[in-house]
């Protein structure tokens, strides 16, 4: 148990579908992430949030929209996509960027949500 | 300037042996190197974690070792078990810089036989 718990844990859905993904943190920490993790590419930064501001999207299309309602959840809304982002998505949380901590770089991961677009 | 290369793919070691991982970056800004791993079905977990100033690091069986000159570095898992076989990434960021982004390898599956 990372204390970062997505959901669902597997979906497929077709390419006009709209889903969600749920990510939910309960280590105390201001930053989310969500990464996609496919076989043929490394891990991929999707979006970044701290103290529930986006601070970065990794020129992500708007196919995927994130949401990010407080320090604790987020969410990662899907909207027409294609087969291609079949992938594993891993939402992961850290302290805040502004933390003077040397553990403030450590990322934790969840699970991921398997994500399979027909 | 953000890629970190990883090598080898894969790695098949014996019960007892070493594995050796190597990651090479070209961005000089980067000042913390993080090596995750990951089981299969689960998310990447940190395993051991290492910043410029010191040249290795080591955390029971594992240990990082780290060539600032040559930009590079390398995990090092001594007296290799089953029960380590998994995929280890090694990653790169800029702690200094806003958003606490961690550029990954590509990932080398390990499998050590028994």
């Known amino acids: 148990e990372t204390g970062v718990t997505q959901t669902p844990r597997h979906l497929v859905m077709g390419m006009t579908n709209k889903k969600s993904l749920k990510c939910e943190q309960h280590?105390?920490?201001?930053?989310m992430y969500w990464y996609k993790q496919s076989a043929k590419k490394p891990l991929e930064l999707m979006f970044v949030y701290n103290f529930k501001e986006q601070t970065e999207n990794n020129s992500v299309p708007s196919r995927f929209s994130p949401e990010c309602p407080n320090s604790s959840h987020l969410f990662l809304h899907l909207h027409t996509l294609q087969p291609e982002d079949s992938a594993l998505y891993l939402c992961?949380?850290?302290?805040?960027?502004?933390?003077?901590?040397?553990?403030?770089?450590?990322?934790?991961f969840g699970e991921g949500s398997w994500l399979t677009v027909v | 300037q953000q890629q970190v290369k990883q090598s080898p793919q894969s790695l098949i070691v014996q019960k007892g042996g070493i594995s050796i991982i190597n990651c090479a970056y070209e961005n000089t800004a980067f000042d913390y190197f993080p090596w995750y791993q990951q089981f299969p079905g689960k998310g990447p977990a940190l395993l051991i974690a290492i910043r410029p100033d010191v040249s290795e690091k080591k955390e029971g069986r594992f240990t990082i070792s780290f060539n600032k000159s040559a930009k590079q570095f390398s995990l090092h898992i001594m007296d290799s078990q089953p029960g380590d076989s998994a995929t280890y990434f090694c990653a790169a960021s800029m702690s200094k810089a806003a958003g606490n982004k961690l550029t990954f390898g590509g990932g080398t599956r390990v499998l050590v036989k028994p």
């Open positions: 280590l105390g920490h201001n930053a």
């Open positions: 992961a949380s850290s302290q805040d960027f502004s933390s003077s901590n040397p553990q403030g770089n450590t990322i934790y």
